[in-house]
């Protein structure tokens, strides 16, 4: 019986989903799905290895073989009903997610909203994959590209996003003709199980999208990485996870797309509607938390402005409401571990102790040991270790600049290149600093950047590869040439 007041009990899964079935693990083993925000369990869910995980590649080679032959159109129907089903039990996921991951309610809603927003997307986007006739060197030749199914798809997603991460990966692959075998956050399974039951009422064929739920992380990703069944593999988390992953698929040179750490600036000139500035900069650096590979990390301001962006920022801060998602008064929830809420407090007294002013918050709060108080923090320096770590909390460190170059140079002065956010009026400094600053996104004037229209991705060690828009396809084909001779 669920703790969760859910309209339909039946998404309320704690099996993994291979080839069509839900199966227990080999060793009978179970582990727990826990509740940021109470620490009450939420499920015994069954805890898969490595075996299993080889079971359900070969499984999805075996269904891909008539699956990538269906046209697109017959693909994107029963992909449409995923859509329409994601989007009718909206409530319940949201209900999951919330219970799991700790985001607030709304929030939750949104994202489950967004992640159907792939299936849509990605379901009518596959009959567009066009080929190509190339004009040739010789008169009796023709040459023709075409574009093929990449073969089975491995994924690991993160717990911060437990639908929309799942979707923007899944929807592609599926579209195009190709078969996936995903290792869920063991953090947040529910929600990857919940899509599964989805799309096997969706009518989408057995064994093509198979969820294997395991704690031992390491154990799994090395058979998604090492099978040479796998012709792809894409991740989307830490970047020094996603470089141990990228070293264990070389071995079998397979494709990968890495969607990883961040560390976004957001620049704010003296020139900018400092009011929207304020909002943006807040609403960037505290969604979900915090707990974003797109959230604020870096709050740069220039410093005829800095006091008063500072006082407003920090005035604004001072009314969000710290608490458990489900209650309707909250707007900033818990961090998803103990260990997650350490780990930033770590932060903020390192810049502490190095000279930094914390306006509001600072410390994890009375409520539980997951949640962190909403902070700012102001007269930062570069030894900091706030200037150069991703955050994933909601800590807004504000630093100052007085001239473009030097914006820029801070901008740039990081390993990562995932988001980055630009607030100003000047048109001409719109494109100079946007083609100045070494990042997949930039948003101007904007944080709400993300969607499935547009390619999200990152330069540097933020990643390689773009999710979503026409360009998410291309990472689940393969090109092959065809020369016709002796015409
Ligand atoms: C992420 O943080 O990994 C994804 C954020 C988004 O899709 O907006």
Same mark, same amino acid.
């Given at each position: 019986?669920?703790?969760?007041?859910?309209?339909?009990?039946?998404?309320?899964?704690?099996?993994?989903? %291979?080839?069509?079935?839900?199966?227990?693990?080999?060793?009978?083993?179970?582990?727990?799905?826990?509740?940021?925000?109470?620490?009450?369990?939420?499920?015994?869910?069954?805890?898969?290895?490595?075996?299993?995980? $080889?079971?359900?590649?070969?499984?999805?080679?075996?269904?891909?073989?008539?699956?990538?032959?269906?046209?697109?159109?017959? $693909?994107?129907?029963?992909?449409?009903?995923?859509?329409?089903?994601? %989007?009718?039990?909206?409530?319940?996921?949201?209900?999951?997610?919330?219970?799991?991951? *700790?985001?607030?309610?709304?929030?939750?809603?949104?994202?489950?909203?967004? /992640?159907?927003?792939?299936?849509?997307?990605?379901?009518?986007?596959?009959? +567009? %994959? @066009?080929?190509?006739?190339?004009?040739?060197?010789?008169?009796?030749? +023709?040459?023709?590209?075409?574009? !093929?199914?990449?073969?089975?798809?491995?994924?690991?997603?993160?717990?911060?996003?437990?639908?929309?991460?799942?979707?923007?990966?899944?929807?592609?692959?599926?579209?195009?003709?190709?078969?996936?075998?995903?290792?869920?956050?063991? #953090?947040?399974?529910?929600?990857?199980?919940?899509?599964?039951?989805?799309?096997?009422?969706?009518?989408?064929?057995? /064994?093509?999208?198979?969820?294997?739920?395991?704690?031992?992380?390491?154990?799994? /990703?090395?058979?998604?990485?090492?099978?040479?069944?796998?012709?792809?593999?894409?991740?989307?988390?830490?970047?020094?996870?996603?470089?141990?992953?990228?070293?264990?698929?070389?071995?079998?040179?397979? $494709?990968?797309?890495?969607?990883?750490?961040?560390?976004?600036?957001?620049? =704010?000139?003296?020139?900018?509607?400092?009011?929207?500035?304020?909002?943006?900069?807040?609403?960037?650096? @505290?969604?979900?938390? *915090? !707990?974003?590979?797109?959230?604020?990390?870096?709050?740069?301001?220039?410093?005829?402005?800095?006091?008063?962006?500072?006082?407003?920022?920090?005035?604004?801060?001072?009314?969000?409401?710290? *608490?458990?998602?489900?209650?309707?008064?909250?707007?900033?929830?818990?961090?998803?571990?103990?260990?997650?809420?350490?780990?930033?407090?770590?932060?903020?007294?390192?810049? $502490?102790?190095?000279?930094?002013? =914390?306006?509001?918050?600072?410390?994890?709060?009375?409520?539980?040991?997951?949640?962190?108080?909403?902070?700012?923090?102001?007269?930062?320096?570069?030894?900091?270790?706030?200037?150069? #770590? #991703? %955050?994933?909390?909601?800590?807004?460190?504000?630093?100052?600049?007085?001239?473009?170059?030097?914006?820029?140079?801070?901008?740039?002065?990081?390993?990562?290149?995932?988001?980055?956010?630009?607030?100003?009026?000047?048109?001409?400094? =719109?494109?100079?600093?946007?083609?100045?600053?070494?990042?997949?996104?930039?948003?101007?004037?904007?944080?709400?950047?993300?969607?499935?229209?547009?390619?999200?991705?990152?330069?540097?060690?933020?990643?390689?590869?773009? #999710?979503?828009?026409?360009? /998410?396809?291309?990472?689940?084909?393969?090109?092959? @040439?065809?020369?016709?001779?002796?015409?």
């Amino acid at each position: 019986m669920s703790i969760l007041a859910l309209n339909d009990n039946s998404l309320l899964k704690t099996q993994s989903y %291979i080839n069509g079935q839900w199966v227990d693990a080999d060793s009978g083993k179970t582990f727990d799905v826990t509740d940021p925000a109470t620490g009450h369990i939420i499920a015994k869910v069954a805890d898969l290895g490595a075996i299993e995980t $080889r079971h359900a590649i070969e499984m999805a080679e075996q269904a891909m073989q008539s699956w990538k032959k269906k046209t697109a159109k017959e $693909r994107s129907v029963l992909l449409r009903k995923w859509f329409d089903l994601v %989007i009718a039990n909206q409530d319940d996921l949201a209900l999951i997610m919330t219970a799991e991951q *700790g985001k607030v309610f709304s929030e939750s809603k949104g994202e489950v909203a967004y /992640g159907a927003s792939f299936i849509e997307w990605f379901a009518e986007e596959a009959k +567009r %994959i @066009y080929g190509d006739v190339i004009p040739n060197t010789t008169a009796d030749r +023709r040459s023709i590209v075409i574009k !093929q199914p990449i073969g089975v798809v491995a994924a690991v997603t993160p717990w911060n996003f437990p639908n929309a991460m799942i979707t923007r990966k899944a929807a592609p692959a599926l579209a195009v003709g190709c078969a996936i075998v995903l290792k869920p956050a063991a #953090e947040t399974p529910l929600s990857a199980l919940a899509l599964a039951e989805l799309a096997d009422r969706a009518g989408i064929p057995a /064994g093509l999208f198979n969820v294997v739920v395991g704690q031992n992380a390491p154990e799994i /990703g090395a058979e998604l990485t090492s099978n040479p069944i796998v012709k792809k593999f894409t991740f989307t988390g830490s970047t020094p996870v996603g470089k141990l992953l990228m070293q264990q698929c070389a071995k079998t040179v397979k $494709r990968t797309s890495m969607e990883l750490g961040g560390n976004a600036p957001v620049l =704010v000139f003296a020139d900018a509607d400092i009011d929207k500035a304020v909002d943006g900069a807040i609403a960037a650096k @505290y969604r979900n938390a *915090g !707990q974003t590979c797109i959230c604020a990390n870096r709050i740069i301001v220039q410093d005829s402005i800095y006091a008063t962006f500072v006082e407003k920022f920090t005035a604004k801060v001072n009314t969000f409401n710290l *608490g458990n998602g489900f209650e309707s008064s909250t707007t900033l929830g818990p961090l998803i571990t103990a260990k997650a809420a350490a780990n930033v407090d770590s932060l903020v007294v390192d810049a $502490r102790a190095k000279g930094a002013t =914390v306006t509001t918050g600072g410390k994890i709060d009375s409520m539980g040991d997951t949640f962190y108080q909403p902070t700012v923090i102001a007269n930062l320096s570069d030894d900091m270790r706030i200037a150069k #770590e #991703e %955050i994933f909390g909601p800590v807004a460190p504000i630093f100052s600049f007085s001239t473009e170059e030097e914006a820029i140079a801070m901008a740039n002065a990081t390993e990562f290149g995932l988001a980055s956010y630009l607030f100003t009026q000047d048109i001409a400094r =719109v494109w100079r600093v946007s083609e100045a600053i070494d990042y997949g996104m930039v948003g101007i004037n904007e944080v709400s950047i993300s969607s499935e229209v547009i390619p999200f991705g990152g330069m540097k060690e933020s990643g390689q590869g773009r #999710e979503g828009s026409k360009y /998410g396809l291309d990472d689940y084909l393969e090109i092959k @040439y065809i020369c016709m001779g002796d015409l």
